[in-house]
């Protein structure tokens, strides 16, 4: 199925083993289903876990398909890219585990969507990034055995950023492959002085994508892997607005170029990252059109966490065309056609 209103960013957490029983370590993700939907709203209850202690509580949408097509039907999007929550990012995990747990975890995705409702679900995975060989293995057979069609990776890796050179074995693999990368901050702690709501949610989770995406630009990673695709959630952070210091800071270092060469080159490279539409303003857009281009942005929700309070995840690029930021037909593309061109889900099919 391709077409219609696809949804590039939304999370799903599958019913699996509980690795903090096996292992005795709290940090361990696990999902406990306190009611499957049995009473009369069908809504089930559930929590994620890290030990003992609950992480965030979840409706049964988080990993329940025939309820979240409803929930989907209700949006009036027709298809969703399922994603990992991404506290089961285990990288500080001991990396034997943590491709086990992986493993697992993108084994019960891709059992979920074959099960669930025909056609309206993709799925990307995750791999243990703190061991390249391992994170190739993993990624090797989520796109060739199980129908993965990207995989989820955290804005830093146990204190290294995406430029390190730990990594570029599995940026090499993900470009070899033909797979894009997906990059979403695991929390907003670290990149800011000041923690809790709203400086967590706020500031802190975009600042960390957007020193991702500066780690990816500036680091080299981009300039290595010219086929490379990356996206960026939430609408990259706050790196589009960053971008313009970000450059003339650039040449402050030993390098002898010019603000006007280094702004040439790397304004091309920014055009090969992709971002979705998170930004809850449609005053965001143009910004995001101007570094990224309109083909290069796609719809995102980070169902089934996004409060009904914030509206319709197409209000805002519905909005952005009523006010002239970007064509109906751009709009358009955005629903859908854009995701499809990043995730290669129409060469996909052709293959299978």
Not at 108 to 128: K, M, Y
Not at 294 to 313: I, K, T
Request: with cysteine; hydrophobic share 45%; glycine share 10%.
């Amino acid at each position: 199925m391709t077409g219609g209103i696809l949804d590039v960013h939304t999370h799903f957490f599958p019913v699996m083993a509980d690795f903090a029983a096996a292992t005795g370590d709290p940090r361990w993700p696990s999902l406990v289903v306190d009611d499957a939907g049995s009473g009369t709203d069908g809504s089930g209850a559930a929590r994620i876990m890290r030990g003992g202690e609950v992480f965030r509580p979840v409706s049964s949408s988080c990993w329940d398909l025939i309820r979240r097509a409803a929930a989907m039907d209700a949006l009036g999007i027709d298809r969703q890219v399922l994603s990992p929550v991404p506290v089961t990012l285990t990288t500080w995990a001991e990396p034997a585990l943590a491709a086990s747990f992986a493993r697992k975890q993108n084994e019960a995705f891709a059992t979920a969507v074959h099960d669930g409702p025909a056609g309206r679900f993709e799925w990307i995975g995750s791999v243990p990034l703190q061991d390249s060989d391992l994170a190739v293995a993993e990624l090797e057979y989520g796109v060739r055995a199980l129908g993965m069609v990207g995989v989820e990776i955290g804005t830093e890796v146990g204190g290294h950023e995406l430029d390190h050179d730990a990594l570029r074995p599995f940026f090499a693999a993900a470009q070899d492959l033909d797979v894009a990368v997906f990059v979403h901050p695991t929390d907003g702690s670290g990149a800011i002085r000041r923690g809790g709501v709203p400086y967590e949610f706020g500031l802190g989770m975009l600042t960390d994508t957007a020193m991702a995406a500066s780690a990816l630009l500036f680091g080299g990673v981009l300039d290595a892997f010219p086929q490379l695709r990356v996206g960026l959630a939430h609408g990259c952070g706050t790196f589009a607005w960053a971008y313009p210091r970000l450059a003339r800071g650039a040449t402050l270092g030993p390098s002898a170029a010019t603000p006007d060469e280094v702004l040439v080159r790397t304004a091309a490279l920014v055009r090969r990252l992709w971002a979705d539409t998170l930004v809850f303003d449609p005053s965001q857009l143009p910004i995001l059109i101007e570094r990224f281009g309109v083909e290069h942005l796609m719809l995102g929700s980070d169902f089934p966490f996004y409060p009904p309070s914030f509206g319709n995840p197409v209000d805002t690029i519905n909005a952005a065309v009523d006010c002239g930021h970007c064509t109906s037909a751009e709009g358009t593309a955005i629903y859908g056609a854009n995701a499809e061109q990043f995730l290669r889900l129409a060469s996909n099919r052709e293959v299978a």
